[in-house]
């Protein structure tokens, strides 16, 4: 089964490339789903990260405080790989056991954080849905009605666009309608087809 990985930074309309897959049977699996289940109370990867950053990190439910986790591994790169060291291999497994699970020409596997892990998560090629970095900031803005700085430093926190074109073998630029997106979908739907078939 032909693995594609589906990227791309803050704000660049992921999700709305995941769908229009799965609206053509493609199955999908996303990667920051399953990192949400992980980190449900009584999971073992939320156990460990409270053992790691101490239970500060957890609301008064129980459930997993993200903000607060957010705060603690931001410009920390040691915090960051702890966190990373934690959940990667975990996803990972998880992410193994849904593929086991499926039978189709190809999957896409939506991993945003793609570039920023430095991981190769066993995918055979990589689609990057690709924006310019000002609308992506006008997005941004208007999505989580933050400041345009906000923006900004959610942007330089990521992966640079240039570091994300590297790693692509597809790309959806994405700046204009739905449906011009819609047919772009399409367009690699058969040639995922195409190379699935081909082997």
């Known amino acids: ?9 803050i704000a660049s309309g992921k999700t709305t490339v995941s769908d229009l897959f799965q609206e053509l049977g493609t ?16 999971q073992p990867a939320l156990a460990r990260i409270v053992q790691h950053f101490g239970s500060s990190v957890l609301q008064a439910d129980g459930q997993l405080d993200r903000r607060q986790l957010r705060r603690r591994i931001f410009d920390q790169t040691a915090e ?27 999957v896409i596997l939506v991993i945003p ?30 999505r989580d009605h ?33 449906e011009a997106l819609a047919r772009a979908v399409r367009e690699l739907h058969d040639k995922y087809l195409a190379v699935a078939a081909a082997g």
């Open 1 to 9: 089964m032909l693995k594609v990985a589906l990227t791309g930074g």
């Open 27 to 42: 199955p999908v699996i996303d990667t920051d789903v399953i990192a949400r289940e992980l980190v449900r109370p009584g």
């Open 80 to 106: 960051r790989r702890a966190l990373e060291a934690i959940m990667h291999p975990a996803i990972q497994d998880e992410l193994d056991a849904q593929l086991d699970r499926l039978h189709a020409p190809y």
């Open 113 to 142: 954080l793609l570039a920023e892990s430095g991981r190769q998560w066993r995918q055979d090629r990589v689609l990057l849905v690709d924006v310019p970095e000002a609308l992506q900031i006008e997005r941004l803005v208007r």
């Open 146 to 178: 933050c400041s345009k700085a906000e923006a900004e430093a959610a942007l330089a926190a990521q992966a640079s666009r240039r570091e994300r074109l590297a790693l692509a073998d597809d790309i959806i630029l994405n700046t204009g309608e739905r």
